[in-house]
C-alpha cells in the first residue's frame, strides 16, 4: 500500500476534488470490496473525484466514463497514487 510523507496510506476518499489518481489496490477485506471490483474500479484503473456532497460525504467519483458515489467508508478502502502525465486515461 502506497503511503504519504506522513506514512499514512492513500486512500480514495483523501483524493481532492478535480484531481486525478490512478487505483493502486483494493482492500479486498472490505466487506463491499466485491462491488467495488464489480463495478471496474481495479489496479490500474484511472479515477477522479468530481463532487462532494455539502457535509463531504458521500462524493462522487468518475471513472471508466461512469459517475459512481461512495461513502467515504467505501471510498477508504482503495489506495491510490496522484495520476501522471503518461497514465492511461
Known amino acids: 500500500m502506497q503511503t504519504n510523507q506522513t506514512g499514512e496510506p492513500v486512500t480514495l476518499d483523501r ?3 478535480d484531481i486525478s ?3 493502486t ?3 479486498r477485506a472490505a466487506a463491499h470490496s ?6 471496474g474500479l481495479t489496479e490500474g484503473t484511472r479515477v477522479c473525484a468530481v463532487l462532494a456532497a455539502p457535509g463531504g460525504d458521500p462524493r462522487a467519483y468518475l471513472w471508466r466514463g461512469t459517475l459512481i458515489a461512495l461513502r467515504n467508508r467505501d471510498a477508504r478502502a482503495v489506495s491510490v497514487r496522484l495520476a501522471a502525465e503518461g ?3
Open 34 to 39: 466485491r462491488r467495488l471490483l464489480d463495478l
Open 21 to 23: 489518481a490512478v487505483v
Open 15 to 17: 483524493l481532492p476534488t
Open 87 to 89: 497514465d492511461v486515461p
Open 25 to 27: 489496490a483494493v482492500d
